[in-house]
């Protein structure tokens, strides 16, 4: 099993009320994915609630292997994903590591 972690931090938002509805609808369409993808075995996405770290959203998946990992990578529904966060995103971090 292969476990999946990014964080994201996002550009600077006008007010807080943009980047909530922003992070929300991005939230909404990372676990859509679940809904659409047979081989993501599990997902949770996190907005970040504490202010004083640097990082704003945490995505986890599991996938059974690498292939699956790599077939999630351009699945057309993830790519449109990445499409939205990559407008805002400012840095991203990833690690991939095996389970079990």
């Not at 938002?13 to 994915?33: R, V």
């Not at 993808?37 to 907005?47: A, M, P």
């Amino acid at each position: 099993m292969i476990k999946h972690v990014v964080l994201f931090k996002f550009k600077t938002f006008e007010g807080e009320e943009e980047k909530n509805e922003k992070l929300n609808n991005i939230k909404t369409a990372l676990l859509d994915l679940k809904n659409k993808l047979d081989f993501l075995r599990h997902i949770e996405v996190g907005i970040n609630a504490n202010p004083s770290e640097s990082f704003d959203m945490a995505l986890i998946t599991e996938f059974d292997n690498m292939d699956d990992l790599h077939r999630y990578a351009i699945h057309p529904d993830h790519v449109a994903v990445a499409r939205i966060i990559g407008e805002i995103k400012e840095n991203r971090a990833c690690v991939d590591f095996v389970i079990g």
